[in-house]
């Protein structure tokens, strides 16, 4: 069973910068493209950004020059390094395959933005 764990998210001042991480287990991530996906209260869930499992990104409008996703795939690895961070990013982010069915959600990890 794959298991994912994300972490990294806190507590930032807009402008301020984070980088998040999604560990998985039971599987190998480097066959497939991953994607990193939030959720705000009362929102739906949203991409963010995703990677192929060459290592080509792809990324929201609204993140697109503050955002960079990258992998490592010897870790088993995805991250995503948030710059210049705004109170609308604020979320729990979330990681998964792109491929569906997606494996079992994670818990998240809470990325709040405001002074």
């Known amino acids: 069973q794959v298991q994912l764990v994300e972490s990294g998210g806190a507590l930032v001042q807009p402008g301020g910068s984070l980088r998040l991480s999604c560990a998985a287990s039971?599987?190998?991530?480097?066959?497939?493209?991953m994607v990193w996906y939030r959720q705000a209260p009362g929102n739906g869930r949203e991409m963010v950004a995703s990677?192929?499992?060459?290592?080509?990104?792809n990324y929201r409008d609204t993140v697109k020059g503050r955002f960079s996703i990258s992998r490592d795939n010897a870790k088993n690895t995805v991250y995503l390094e948030m710059n210049s961070l705004k109170p609308e990013d604020t979320a729990v982010y979330y990681c998964?395959?792109?491929?569906?069915?997606?494996?079992?959600w994670g818990q998240g990890t809470q990325v709040t933005v405001s002074t």
């Open positions: 998964n395959r792109v491929a569906t069915p997606a494996w079992s």
């Open positions: 039971g599987t190998r991530i480097s066959a497939y493209a």
């Open positions: 990677i192929s499992a060459g290592g080509i990104p």
